[in-house]
């Protein structure tokens, strides 16, 4: 089992900028695929984004898509989310999470995740 930490949230302007990291502990960082979900107060949890093992395959919420981009160091067993023209509505508890299966169809279902980080708290403000 893969132990996340996130780290990186905080609070920002609209407009601004914010790069969250994840770090994994373990010897199969690789072998997993790797998410980033949100959660704001009082509603459920959402896909954000998800990165394939070698990080060859992103794919995005279409809330977020073109303003932010997830990335991968295997090296360093890191998962990152580079967050640009940040947005009230961005405000939320981002979660990473880890799979050891992924398909086209579930990537997104906050299900298939086996292990959940603790979460790192973004704020934007307007």
């Known amino acids: 089992q893969v132990q996340l930490v996130e780290s990186g949230g905080g609070l920002v302007q609209a407009g601004g900028s914010l790069r969250l990291s994840c770090l994994a502990s373990g010897r199969t960082f690789s072998r997993y695929y790797m998410g980033w979900f949100h959660q704001a107060s009082g509603k459920e949890r959402e896909f954000v984004a998800a990165?394939?093992?070698?990080?060859?395959?992103?794919y995005y919420a279409e809330s977020v898509k073109g303003r932010f981009t997830i990335s991968r160091d295997n090296a360093k067993s890191t998962v990152y989310l580079q967050m640009n023209s940040l947005k009230p509505e961005d405000t939320a508890v981002y979660y990473c999470?880890?799979?050891?299966?992924?398909?086209?169809?579930?990537?997104?279902?906050?299900?298939?995740?086996?292990?959940w980080g603790q979460g790192t708290q973004v704020t934007v403000s307007s």
């Open positions: 990165i394939t093992r070698s990080g060859g395959s992103t």
């Open positions: 999470a880890a799979t050891p299966v992924f398909s086209g169809s579930d990537y997104y279902t906050v299900g298939l995740y086996d292990a």
